[in-house]
């Protein structure tokens, strides 16, 4: 197997709790731990950056075992190449913003076991890359709850790390705030060559941010695989409820001035959003709630909605609401799921197998995830 992966296998029993994990992840991007509370995403986030062990563990970053009980190997927190975000930042109050980014600085040369030729971030990047520069002088105790959070991203990004773990970073912010954070997460999103592991419980974070999913329940791994795919699941904890929704990535292929309309080229066809302008080829990722999907047997043009395209029906499935249904649908290779009424269900003879049209007003298109391609000089190699 290819050593470029995250290698994570724990087993530990609590009282009236058991972690029992094991877990190949993706050596690239966000990996969201998602579940309710209780489920175990912290505490296996603690057990791979060494705060706690396992009775049982085996964890490989990349090629390098950081544990492994049968021979004996545990590499102590301090020694591991992380940086680790908590909730509440945990940045020294008695320092400025500066001098807690020097700390940052200053524990690389602890971390870095070998010289393996990849260029260390500068804080001038990072500074920029979260807009933190007229911080600098000021302590922790005058700044926001997302300004704090963005100075700890940076600071852990210092430290020149393997890996990036961040336990629920929004959960003790306020809707501001997280609507101020959230844009910074996007562009770290982006820049990042680092793989990095969020532990959340918000569906909108989920489909903001990751391009992996695991989702826990009870401390085992109920399902798995691409951000995508693994939304579009019919069993996906919460699947019925009102926000939930599938994602979409594509390219930009046009934009009109006059109507704000922007035209993304996805796998299934194209996609109409009403948008700020964005240049042609750019990546953007978008929501689409599965309350806001109606299907069709023939295409409708004088119509209203300006997004139909074909779509074949793989599943369908009963909800915990009586009357509705959840049907998982195929359009060109990109997974959605449309939430509808058992009575529409029979009256248009569906099921799995048939092709139908999907219609998606443009105004219903959640369009905040876009991912602006930013570079840095000191972050192209892995931040």
């Not at 991203?153 to 890996?163: D, F, G, N, Q, Y």
């Not at 309309?261 to 042609?280: D, I, N, Q």
């Not at 959840?326 to 248009?348: I, M, N, P, Q, V």
Request: include cysteine; charged fraction near 20%; glycine fraction near 8%.
């Amino acid at each position: 197997m290819n050593a470029e992966y995250i290698r994570a296998r724990f087993h530990q029993a609590y009282a009236g709790f058991n972690l029992d994990v094991d877990l190949t992840l993706p050596n690239r991007g966000v990996t969201a731990l998602f579940g309710h509370s209780g489920s175990g995403k912290t505490t296996l986030l603690r057990l791979i950056a060494g705060l706690d062990r396992a009775t049982t563990g085996y964890l490989e970053i990349n090629g390098q075992v950081w544990q492994d009980d049968s021979r004996c190997i545990f590499i102590p927190v301090h020694q591991r190449a992380l940086g680790y975000v908590f909730q509440d930042a945990a940045l020294f109050p008695h320092l400025t913003v500066a001098q807690n980014l020097a700390y940052g600085q200053k524990r690389r040369a602890a971390t870095s076991r070998e010289a393996d030729g990849t260029p260390a971030a500068q804080s001038d990047d990072l500074v920029e890359l979260l807009g933190i520069a007229h911080l600098l002088e000021r302590r922790p105790a005058t700044l926001s709850g997302g300004e704090r959070q963005r100075v700890a991203i940076a600071r852990a990004l210092l430290a020149r790390p393997r890996l990036l773990l961040m336990d629920e970073p929004l959960a003790s912010l306020d809707l501001a705030r997280k609507r101020e954070i959230l844009p910074y997460l996007e562009r770290l999103h982006a820049t990042l060559a680092i793989p990095l592991l969020y532990v959340t419980h918000s569906p909108n974070e989920v489909a903001r941010l990751a391009d992996h999913l695991v989702v826990l329940e009870k401390g085992r791994v109920i399902t798995q695989g691409p951000l995508a795919a693994t939304l579009a699941r019919l069993d996906f904890p919460g699947a019925a409820d009102d926000d939930f929704g599938t994602v979409i990535e594509g390219n930009v292929q046009a934009y009109d001035t006059r109507y704000h309309l922007l035209t993304l080229a996805f796998s299934g066809g194209l996609l109409r959003v009403v948008h700020e302008p964005m240049a042609v080829g750019q990546k953007l990722r978008v929501q689409i709630k599965a309350r806001d999907v109606s299907l069709t047997l023939t295409a409708d043009t004088a119509t209203s909605i300006l997004n139909v395209f074909p779509a074949k029906i793989i599943a369908e499935q009963p909800t915990q609401i009586p009357g509705h249904l959840l049907l998982s649908l195929d359009a060109g290779g990109t997974a959605l799921t449309a939430r509808l009424s058992h009575y529409s269900y029979e009256h248009l003879n569906l099921r799995p197998g048939v092709m139908v049209q999907v219609q998606i007003k443009a105004v219903a298109v959640i369009t905040s995830f876009a991912f602006m391609m930013y570079a840095f000089n000191g972050l192209s190699s892995f931040a």
